[in-house]
């Protein structure tokens, strides 16, 4: 694995190969993005925000180790929960693009899936995969998996590694499908793929193949298992000489890349002292609301409250109900969904969700 710095012959390289040749340009790691950590009620959604620049590419992940993003830029609205959840944030400070060469083919194989493993040689996103047609132009499968450790010799077998990304019989066509999954110099990343479980194979392994301006050697790398039925499980490599690899394109933005960071969004019923008769009893209406809002409650002698919030839990309206039927203006909040929480001193008596337009 080396960089090669000699630039005449970069530039040359890059001419044949079609590779940008900034993506090597320096650049700053981007600093811990500060992240808000909204509270919402049960049944409802929550935006979350990362600090940073417009020219970060930020990308949001259910899980601890990223995998594919699940929303992409500043801000992400998350489904409707029902308990407490952690997102993760990444940012990257790009410097350029670039696709991971793949060899020739020289055969096809079916059944059993192939790919190639490679060590990281620095920092980047995958925003694109594609199996080539050259073997078979039928639905995509393909798989990208961050292993602790070098995949053990085939007869030896691992299940242990993290699940970056899975399509299974893809019928999206022939193009490059759009993902966005960081990765880490020195992340030890196995790709296996097909179309209609047909291999397109490079019997080169291993492979130096180009990132840019990086070198990496691509390894062969399997299953035995038809990818379009089964999840990757039971993984291997092999290193006789020639020993193929299985060709799946993978395109990127290198740059400089952040850790993970947690967003913690806090799930509350809402529902501390509900009485349900009192619940029933209360109207807030119409809703939506284009600026006016009544509320309807039988009692005002426990001084009630209503209270609304924003997307993100912030409190942007609150007032004492002081009679039974009361008329409140809105009209200054941005359209939008918002949450309303009406209690009194023996605790809330309703909760709902609030549509302004």
Not at 178 to 189: F, K
């Amino acid at each position: 694995m080396k960089k090669i710095y000699n630039l005449n012959l970069l530039a040359a390289v890059c001419l044949v190969l079609g590779v940008s040749t900034n993506s090597n340009a320096q650049c700053t790691t981007p600093p811990t993005p500060v992240v808000n950590n909204p509270t919402i009620c049960t049944g409802s959604s929550a935006t979350i925000t990362a600090t940073g620049s417009a020219s970060l590419m930020t990308g949001w992940y259910a899980n601890s180790f990223g995998g594919n993003a699940v929303g992409m830029g500043s801000s992400y609205t998350t489904p409707t929960l029902s308990a407490s959840t952690n997102y993760y944030v990444a940012q990257l400070q790009p410097t350029g693009t670039a696709s991971l060469q793949m060899p020739v083919q020289s055969s096809t194989f079916s059944g059993n899936v192939r790919g190639y493993w490679f060590v990281a040689p620095t920092s980047f996103m995958i925003t694109g995969v594609r199996v080539p047609t050259d073997a078979s132009a039928g639905n995509s499968n393909i798989a990208i998996l961050k292993l602790p450790a070098t995949p053990p010799v085939y007869s030896s077998t691992t299940s242990v590694f993290d699940l970056l990304y899975l399509t299974q019989n893809n019928a999206s066509g022939t193009g490059t499908i759009s993902v966005n999954i960081p990765v880490y110099a020195g992340d030890i990343i196995g790709v296996l793929g097909n179309r209609a479980d047909v291999n397109s194979y490079a019997a080169v392994a291993p492979y130096t193949a180009a990132l840019g301006t990086y070198t990496t050697s691509l390894s062969r790398f399997g299953m035995q298992f038809n990818l379009s039925t089964t999840a990757p499980q039971a993984v291997w490599t092999e290193t006789t000489t020639n020993a193929s690899i299985s060709r799946i394109e993978l395109y990127t933005t290198l740059g400089c890349l952040n850790s993970l960071t947690t967003a913690s969004v806090t799930v509350n019923s809402c529902s501390t002292g509900l009485n349900e008769l009192n619940a029933a009893s209360v109207e807030v209406y119409p809703n939506p609301s284009h600026g006016n809002l009544n509320v309807s409650i039988p009692s005002v002698n426990d001084k009630p409250t209503i209270e609304i919030f924003d997307a993100i839990g912030k409190s942007v309206f609150v007032t004492e109900i002081i009679s039974a039927e009361s008329n409140f203006d809105i009209s200054y909040l941005a359209n939008g969904v918002y949450m309303y929480k009406i209690s009194n001193t023996n605790g809330n008596i309703k909760v709902g969700k609030l549509i302004k337009e």
